[in-house]
């Protein structure tokens, strides 16, 4: 077995050595692997049928399958964006000075999973892995604002009166077309965040990224500071994530 994932490790590096080469013929394959011509035709026929490999079917030559794209995107939607998220948030804490939060959609609700504190004495500060129902607070509509709309109207449908449905439909399309949300106390009187989503490769919304502060801080103008910043940094994330 072992041996076997290697032989086929080794055709797929070589299938992916050359970027002027795009495809090999058997003889070819032959020759770089040293295998018997029997053993790597039974080789590439499994690896054929995993998508690992494709034969083009004029020349019949072979090249590496498309199941590695897919297998790469999966990868890239998986990694953990805490680690990555983590050295922006840093950043953007000193730049700003306010407590710097992380949330991840769960269900109905959403869950602060990293935070940065500010370094003045009065600050924002709230537990890590508390759920926050959806309709509230500036992560939460910056997700939902970018979730897939059969997602935003099913949690929605869930959380919301029927007379309440449509302002705030509104309210998510106004988000998505500003590229970030704010919002006033809605979880802690006294407070303002201000957020942003934060994409996945396939442009779905993977988390967002806030900032939060006492409201006594801010300004007209320190608003539009705090969220030209929390959209960059967002952007910077997903961007070391894979996000176009």
Do not use: C
């Amino acid at each position: 077995m072992v041996q076997s994932i290697d032989r086929a490790m080794k055709i797929i590096s070589i299938l992916i050595s050359d970027e002027n080469k795009p495809s090999w013929p058997i003889s070819e394959l032959a020759a770089a692997t040293s295998l018997p011509l029997g053993t790597l035709h039974r080789i590439m026929s499994t690896l054929i049928a995993h998508g690992l490999v494709m034969q083009e079917p004029v020349t019949k030559h072979y090249r590496a399958g498309y199941a590695w794209v897919e297998i790469g995107l999966r990868l890239l939607d998986k990694l953990d964006f805490r680690h990555v998220a983590r050295p922006v948030m840093e950043r953007l804490a000193q730049e700003v000075e306010e407590s710097i939060y992380l949330n991840i959609p769960e269900g109905l609700d959403s869950i602060p999973i990293e935070k940065v504190d500010s370094p003045l004495i009065i600050r924002i500060a709230e537990n890590l892995g508390e759920r926050i129902p959806m309709p509230i607070g500036a992560p939460n509509k910056a997700i939902l604002a970018y979730s897939p709309k059969q997602e935003a109207e099913r949690i929605v449908s869930q959380v919301l009166p029927p007379e309440e449905r449509q302002a705030f439909f509104d309210q998510l399309s106004r988000i998505k077309q500003a590229g970030f949300a704010v919002s006033y106390g809605e979880r802690t009187e006294g407070t303002i965040a201000v957020a942003a989503p934060i994409l996945s490769y396939h442009k779905t919304v993977l988390a967002a990224l806030s900032i939060n502060a006492p409201s006594f801080r801010v300004t007209e103008d320190r608003l539009s500071l705090l969220i030209d910043a929390v959209k960059k940094a967002a952007a910077e994330i997903s961007a070391k994530i894979g996000s176009p």
